[in-house]
């Protein structure tokens, strides 16, 4: 599989620390339920830091979506993912 630039369809709080972010779904892209992909964030300073998330989309939907615990408290990549809006790559 390539790497693939996607952008934020909507992204918002199911709890005070646990997000749910849909992302556009590349063309022929395709996964197995339970897989996961190393996601990062396409801004200055975090496009090396790659970390592992699953999908909690299916493999037939027109998106992607995840669902992600985060820890403001670590300063890392979970912590950069409560700063994204709708578009954000």
């Given at each position: 599989m390539g790497n693939f630039n996607v952008k934020i369809i909507?992204?918002?709080?199911i709890?005070?620390?646990?997000?749910?972010?849909?992302t556009e779904k590349p063309q022929k892209f395709g996964f197995i339920p339970g897989?996961?992909?190393?996601?990062?964030i396409n801004k200055d300073?975090?496009?090396?830091?790659k970390r592992p998330f699953?999908?909690?989309?299916?493999?037939?939907?027109?998106?992607?979506q995840f669902t992600i615990?985060?820890?403001?408290?670590?300063k890392g990549v979970t912590n950069e993912l409560l700063q994204l809006k709708k578009n954000d790559e």
């Open positions: 909507s992204i918002g709080h709890t005070h620390d646990v997000l749910q972010i849909f897989q996961a992909t190393e996601i990062s300073g975090w496009q090396n830091e699953t999908f909690t989309s299916l493999p037939n939907d027109d998106y992607l615990k985060t820890y403001p408290l670590h």
